[in-house]
């Protein structure tokens, strides 16, 4: 991929939901319902209505709609396939269903598809759609995790990686800057995707950054050096310091080398910039954005830091969460294994 213009992986978002693309004719009595599945829009128009209406008005994060999302069209896609119709479904169905996903899926992804049916049908229930929630009595998947799936990088890497960039572009430059965030901040794609300019500000004599990470959570943290100094230069060469309402990481423009346009990053773009960067820089093809999370805190950590204070900075409501991304008893339990000298 050439650096003069970003390829959105996902630049068409089909499940991406709001009350004025998808489901704009959802409430309508017409035969055909935009971005209502099958299961419900046969139901009728008040089974049409809640399901918006739970999508539009009761899920407020856009990643956990866009996932629920997805788990209600794939559960309708099965439904579909096997001609059940809304009343038709029970808890031996809905099981059955689950039952069947586990085959194909892992153990996460079936627990959130429950929790979506379920949650979806509670809505329905109290909207007197449905007499009872054919999934209330379901059980879903055992699972628990203690460490963490999520791959982390060394400090070694984490540095090949931002030396690796070549910043005398712009693009350049604000990838690095994007990168530099999710490590130095442990901030969630999403917040920094949503960063504006006005969100890096200076604070006596030190800048520090404003991060709206989800669930309505706003983390103000001190900025690293490094970071401060990626920021600057970026800021300084692309001449957007003064737009302060604009978005602090902005696309780049197809046909104009190295022009930035006043959109927004998106998850996706971030994520094809990560894998692009990480992969010129020969580091593992597991490397993600939430990668960069789980090494600012294990390096954090390793480091001296407290958990405590990395729970807030990473804007955990547990310990025992921020506890999954630290990876330094990786190292102990392998020098354990060594000392079994068979």
């Known amino acids: 991929m050439s650096d003069d213009a970003d390829k959105d992986p996902h630049e068409i978002e089909p499940y991406l939901i709001g009350p004025t693309d998808q489901f704009q004719n959802a409430v309508c009595d017409g035969a055909a319902v935009a971005g209502v599945p099958e299961l419900f829009a046969a139901a009728g128009p008040r089974a049409r209505y809640r399901f918006v209406e739970f999508f539009t008005a009761c899920i407020r994060n856009s990643n956990t709609r866009e996932a629920y999302y997805r788990a209600a069209c794939r559960f309708d896609d099965w439904c579909s396939a096997r001609r059940l119709r809304m009343e038709d479904l029970n808890p031996i169905v809905v099981a059955a269903y689950i039952e069947e996903l586990q085959r194909v899926r892992p153990e996460p992804s079936v627990k959130q598809a429950l929790a979506a049916i379920r949650m979806l049908f509670d809505w329905l229930v109290t909207g007197h759609v449905v007499p009872f929630n054919p999934a209330a009595s379901v059980r879903g998947p055992r699972y628990s995790l203690r460490r963490g799936k999520t791959p982390v990088l060394d400090a070694e890497q984490a540095r090949q990686l931002l030396d690796s960039i070549d910043t005398a572009s712009i693009v350049g430059l604000r990838d690095r800057a994007i990168i530099a965030t999710m490590v ?133 409501e547990s310990s025992r969460t921020t506890g999954l991304y630290d990876r330094r008893k990786d190292e102990i339990t392998l020098d354990d294994v060594e000392r079994i000298a068979i």
């Not at 597991?286 to 480091?303: M, P, Q, S, V």
């Open 184 to 316: 130095y901040t442990f901030a969630r794609v999403g917040a920094v995707a949503g960063l504006n300019v006005e969100d890096y500000y200076q604070h006596g004599k030190r800048w520090r950054v404003r991060l709206h990470e989800k669930n309505g959570k706003l983390i103000e943290m001190g900025v690293h050096h490094n970071l401060e100094a990626y920021l600057d230069e970026y800021l300084e060469r692309t001449g957007i310091r003064t737009d302060r309402k604009g978005p602090l990481f902005r696309r780049v423009a197809k046909n104009q080398h190295g022009h930035l346009t006043d959109r927004w990053m998106t998850r996706q773009l971030i994520w094809a910039v990560v894998k692009r960067r990480s992969g010129a820089a020969g580091l593992p093809a597991e490397t993600c954005c939430h990668a960069f999370r789980a090494t600012g805190i294990t390096i954090y950590l390793k480091n001296g830091g407290t958990l405590e204070k990395a729970q807030y900075m990473a804007g955990h």
